[in-house]
């Protein structure tokens, strides 16, 4: 059965700073691909960042040189470092998590919420 936990969440001001978290198990963690995407309240949600299983990294222009993603095939974690984070950065982050060559095949963690306020 496969399992996709995200954890980190919560409360920061304004230029704080936030580190996700996401677990994977009951996959072969090297297959995949994995993307953070995230989803303010009434809006579509939108992908973050994303990295293959060559380690090669992308991410939305909107977070470009504030987050960070990576990965760590050893302990089946992708994490994602947000730092100079905005009002605007406000929104549930959810872990997917994709096998490569098949997009179809595709998992979802539950989300996390990060509130960005004063």
């Known amino acids: 059965q496969v399992q996709v936990v995200e954890s980190g969440g919560g409360l920061v001001q304004p230029g704080g700073s936030l580190r996700l978290s996401c677990a994977a198990s009951g996959i072969i963690f090297s297959d995949y691909a994995m993307d953070w995407y995230r989803q303010a309240p009434g809006k579509q949600r939108e992908l973050v960042a994303a990295?293959?299983?060559?380690?090669?990294?992308n991410y939305a222009d909107s977070v470009k040189g504030r987050f960070t993603i990576s990965r760590d095939n050893a302990k089946k974690t992708v994490d994602l470092q947000m730092a100079s984070l905005k009002p605007g950065d406000t929104a549930v982050y959810y872990c997917n998590v994709r096998k490569y060559g098949n997009n179809n095949i595709n998992y979802w963690g539950q989300g996390t919420q990060v509130t960005v306020s004063s």
């Open positions: 990295v293959s299983i060559f380690d090669y990294k």
